[in-house]
């Protein structure tokens, strides 16, 4: 097994001061004192997390013909978690420690109690990790409601209404980005894992003889997409997971694992999860999740190949990837190095000083190039100091409105990888920034 790259020990705590203090990230209900490892996304934060869900929709629905989006609901009723296995099966071994009461799950302790270093517990039982609520003003059995554990459980309850309505016949697939729940027993690691979390899934629907052929495509675009927005070769690796480790549903998983600074872990999941959901609702529900291949005159259940990211740890992931300190004229500096498409601004528009002869000039070009790319302007600061702040955040490129400006127009664009500075024409501006994003 190969080991992890060497990587900076404070690695961790330092994105995560970076994200607090630059607006990525911050504790929900910080002045209250924090909410149980639940995170909200400042003004960078959100921009980011929206550009890492555009980027996984545009390679998984935008630039092909045999997939499709949808939206689900959150909540769901218990007949479709009994349905999915995971009323009875979602469950991770809980366990008490007997000296300091603290709960832990106990495939993540090594018979230690991290809290008191311990080793007696109570026999592990079996905790379901979903949240359970009520959905209308009457408490009750008919009443009880889940918040979804996963996106993936709306593409198979949809399956009959995709497939009468967009036509696709297999190999096609449902895609889905949106927010799951799991009552974790002990979330961690900034927001790897978190009781509330967004997930980038999609459910291919293919013939059962070409499942394995799918699911080797899959894991191999998958980890394509991570290493084409920047992630380096050395910082992934392909696990696939032994036959006993396997969830309830799957017939196969293998998971793109980053090395984070804790050694690897999983980044996303890719299973063969074989015609099981398919069946189960189909079973539960009375309606038929078939496909009739009208040349072979043949019905048959499709299995499921799916590949299961998580937004939010993706983005997690980026960060920590893209996190690097050097020296740039003498100058220490720490520099986000992402990807132009997942920066949460990708041009920075700076006047060089406050004077209000610059301004008009400057909102002109702010104006050209605001439409195409998101853009931050600051005038406060020194520039030197105004350029590490936006290396910081990972913004691309700098454009600077001199005095000269005014006589030639033309601006500086400064790379921040680089640094290198150029001068350009305000009327080539656009085209010039456009040129910079195939560079990458
Ligand atoms: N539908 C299959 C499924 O949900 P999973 O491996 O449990 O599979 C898929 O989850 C991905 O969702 C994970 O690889 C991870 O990126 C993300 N994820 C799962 N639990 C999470 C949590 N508690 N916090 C943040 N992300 C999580």
């Given at each position: 097994?190969?080991?992890?790259?060497?990587?900076?020990?404070?690695?961790?705590?330092?994105?995560?001061?970076?994200?607090?203090?630059r607006?990525?990230?911050?504790?929900?209900?910080?002045?209250?004192?924090?909410?149980r490892?639940?995170?909200?996304?400042?003004?960078l934060?959100?921009?980011?997390?929206?550009?890492?869900?555009?980027?996984?929709?545009?390679?998984?629905?935008?630039?092909?013909?045999?997939?499709?989006?949808?939206?689900?609901?959150?909540?769901?009723?218990?007949?479709?978690w009994?349905?999915?296995?995971h009323?009875?099966?979602?469950?991770?071994?809980?366990?008490?420690?007997?000296?300091?009461?603290?709960?832990?799950?106990?495939?993540?302790?090594?018979g230690?109690?991290?809290?008191c270093?311990?080793t007696?517990?109570?026999?592990?039982?079996?905790?379901?990790?979903?949240?359970?609520?009520?959905?209308?003003?009457?408490?009750?059995?008919?009443?009880?409601a889940?918040?979804?554990?996963?996106?993936?459980?709306?593409?198979?309850?949809?399956?009959?209404?995709?497939?009468?309505?967009?036509?696709?016949?297999?190999?096609?697939?449902?895609?889905?980005?949106?927010?799951?729940?799991?009552?974790?027993?002990?979330?961690?690691?900034?927001?790897?894992?978190?009781?509330?979390?967004?997930?980038?899934?999609?459910?291919?629907?293919v013939?059962?003889a070409?499942?394995?052929?799918?699911?080797?495509?899959?894991?191999?675009?998958?980890?394509?997409?991570?290493?084409?927005?920047?992630?380096?070769?050395?910082?992934?690796?392909?696990?696939?997971?032994?036959?006993?480790?396997?969830?309830?549903?799957?017939?196969?998983?293998?998971?793109?694992?980053?090395?984070?600074?804790?050694?690897?872990?999983?980044?996303e999941?890719?299973?063969?999860?074989?015609?099981?959901?398919?069946?189960?609702h189909?079973?539960?529900?009375g309606?038929?999740?078939?496909?009739?291949?009208?040349?072979?005159?043949?019905?048959?259940?499709?299995?499921?190949?799916?590949?299961a990211?998580?937004?939010?740890?993706?983005?997690?992931?980026?960060?920590?990837?893209?996190?690097?300190?050097?020296v740039?004229?003498?100058?220490?500096?720490?520099?986000?190095?992402?990807d132009?498409?997942?920066?949460?601004?990708q041009?920075?528009?700076?006047?060089?000083?406050?004077?209000?002869?610059?301004?008009?000039?400057?909102?002109?070009?702010?104006?050209l190039v605001q439409?195409?790319?998101?853009?931050?302007?600051?005038?406060?600061?020194?520039?030197?100091?105004?350029?590490r702040?936006?290396?910081?955040?990972?913004?691309?490129?700098?454009?600077?409105?001199?005095?000269?400006?005014?006589?030639?127009?033309?601006?500086?664009?400064?790379?921040?990888?680089?640094?290198?500075?150029?001068?350009?024409?305000?009327?080539?501006?656009?085209?010039?920034?456009?040129?910079?994003?195939?560079?990458?």
């Open positions: 097994m190969e080991s992890a790259p060497p990587i900076d020990p404070d690695l961790l705590d330092k994105v995560i001061n970076l994200a607090k203090r607006g990525f990230i911050f504790q929900s209900a910080e002045i209250y004192g924090g909410f490892s639940t995170y909200d996304y400042g003004p934060g959100v921009n980011m997390l929206r550009n890492v869900k555009q980027a996984w929709w545009r390679s998984m629905v935008q630039l092909r013909t045999d997939i499709v989006g949808i939206d689900a609901a959150i909540l769901g009723p218990p007949a479709v009994a349905a999915s296995g009323l009875e099966t979602f469950t991770d071994p809980l366990v008490d420690c007997r000296k300091c009461k603290e709960r832990w799950r106990e495939d993540k302790i090594d230690v109690c991290p809290n270093g311990s007696e517990f109570t026999e592990p039982r079996a905790f379901n990790l979903m949240f359970k609520t009520q959905a209308g003003p009457v408490e009750g059995e008919g009443a009880t889940y918040l979804r554990p996963e996106t993936a459980q709306g593409m198979f309850t949809n399956f009959a209404n995709v497939l009468s309505t967009v036509r696709k016949k297999p190999p096609f697939g449902i895609a889905q980005i949106g927010k799951s729940f799991r009552n974790e027993i002990t979330p961690q690691n900034f927001v790897f894992r978190t009781r509330e979390f967004e997930q980038m899934e999609m459910e291919y629907f013939a059962p070409e499942a394995d052929h799918w699911y080797r495509y899959w894991i191999a675009a998958r980890y394509e997409w991570y290493l084409g927005l920047g992630i380096p070769e050395a910082m992934l690796r392909l696990h696939e997971h032994a036959q006993e480790d396997l969830s309830h549903y799957s017939r196969g998983t293998t998971d793109v694992e980053f090395a984070y600074p804790w050694g690897w872990d999983e980044l999941g890719v299973a063969n999860r074989g015609d099981y959901d398919l069946t189960q189909s079973n539960a529900s309606t038929r999740l078939e496909y009739f291949d009208q040349a072979a005159n043949e019905r048959y259940t499709p299995y499921v190949i799916e590949p990211a998580g937004a939010t740890r993706a983005m997690m992931a980026f960060l920590l990837a893209a996190y690097h300190e050097d740039v004229e003498g100058e220490s500096r720490s520099v986000l190095k992402l132009w498409r997942l920066a949460p601004y041009v920075a528009v700076l006047p060089l000083s406050k004077k209000p002869e610059l301004e008009g000039v400057s909102k002109e070009v702010l104006a439409p195409h790319f998101m853009c931050d302007y600051d005038v406060t600061q020194s520039i030197g100091r105004r350029y702040r936006q290396d910081e955040v990972g913004t691309p490129w700098c454009v600077t409105v001199d005095f000269d400006s005014l006589e030639d127009r033309a601006v500086t664009v400064r790379d921040r990888d680089s640094t290198v500075q150029e001068r350009v024409k305000i009327d080539d501006l656009l085209s010039s920034l456009r040129e910079r994003t195939n560079e990458r």
